[in-house]
């Protein structure tokens, strides 16, 4: 049998990689495995936690009030970066505004960490995979000063690190540190993530699309004119393509990453601007997307040069095999 490398193990031996090797962004990666895995724990147990054991007024059977489990995730991450000391601050899908961290150690760390703690969580009570999504940067303002906003708003092209945890069958941590792209599954009886999916690439083609279709009647002319494509026995595989739309980002994505296929939510009149975020969701996939050979655009420019006005800002989104995402532009 080959030998199984650990999580621990790749991130050490890849750490050379990093032009500003001192371990810190070794260690951060590493704080990052540690709240997946608690988060990964709750989630087996939500189904229990929600039917059974707290059936009764919304509280467990210790009598404690039960927390919605996208509040459970942002803390579980929130303090594994904030104990694990080499991050400044943080900015979050659940919180308002970013979270600056007060100790002298967090001052003087060097990176921010933008993330969705539980991305397609409405899919929870349903039994449907969801996903974490992270991005790391440096920071721009002065070590040993707290963080800014400018630390948060830095454009993708900037991000150190980035990748995501999907909770489905098994349990995945995909990340890049822009020298490719690696897979992790946890093996939960041992708690370590294991090598499972060497330097992902992205299939140039493929033949799945995601699409909330409901929306259709509000897409463009050109985005229509691709999805009849879709459904035609005209594209390159002489047979319509597969829809495949979970509504969970993450594991929409994580087929498409593996397989090939596109995923698309653009801006439609509900919601103006795209529905997705662009610090917290669409900036990390899209880097993970471009580092296995994809394509990931707001259905006009690339994501990763879109200069971040706001925090909470949402886009138009189209990510996937390259061939079908300039296909979905119209080129
Ligand atoms: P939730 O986190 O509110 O479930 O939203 C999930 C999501 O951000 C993304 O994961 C889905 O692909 C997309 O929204 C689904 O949106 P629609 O329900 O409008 O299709």
Do not use: W
Not at 98 to 112: I, R
Not at 231 to 247: A, C, E, H, L, V
């Amino acid at each position: 049998m080959s030998k199984l490398t650990t999580l621990h193990e790749f991130i050490v031996s890849t750490q050379q990689d990093f032009p500003f090797a001192t371990g810190e962004l070794s260690r951060l990666l590493s704080d990052i495995a540690l709240a997946a895995k608690i988060v990964s724990n709750d989630l087996r147990k939500a189904g229990l936690v929600d039917h059974i054991l707290g059936a009764q007024g919304g509280q467990n059977v210790q009598g404690e009030e039960q927390q919605k489990l996208d509040v459970v995730a942002d803390a579980a991450f929130i303090r594994a970066f904030e104990n694990g000391g080499e991050v400044c601050g943080i900015a979050s899908e659940e919180n308002d505004n970013f979270l600056a961290f007060t100790s002298a150690n967090a001052q003087n760390a060097n990176y921010v960490v933008l993330f969705d703690p539980l991305d397609g969580s409405s899919n929870i009570d349903v039994n449907v995979s969801i996903g974490t999504i992270f991005s790391i940067y440096r920071r721009v303002s002065p070590v040993g000063t707290p963080a800014t906003l400018e630390d948060m708003l830095q454009p993708g092209t900037q991000q150190v690190a980035a990748g995501y945890v999907l909770y489905g069958s098994s349990t995945i941590l995909v990340y890049s540190t822009g020298n490719g792209v690696n897979g992790f599954t946890l093996d939960p009886s041992i708690g370590e993530f294991f090598l499972s999916h060497p330097d992902i690439k992205m299939p140039e083609n493929g033949r799945y699309y995601s699409v909330n279709e409901g929306n259709l009647q509000d897409f463009d002319p050109t985005l229509r004119a691709y999805l009849a494509y879709c459904q035609s026995n005209d594209n390159q595989t002489g047979k319509p393509y597969s829809g495949r739309y979970i509504g969970s980002l993450v594991a929409d994505f994580h087929r498409n990453l593996i397989k090939g296929g596109i995923y698309i939510y653009p801006a439609v009149p509900a919601a103006p601007k795209g529905r997705l975020r662009l610090l917290y969701e669409c900036n990390p996939l899209a880097f993970i997307a471009e580092q296995a050979g994809g394509l990931a655009t707001d259905g006009k420019q690339r994501i990763l040069d879109i200069p971040p006005t706001e925090l909470h800002q949402r886009v138009g989104f189209y990510i996937g095999a390259k061939l079908m995402v300039e296909k979905a532009m119209g080129l």
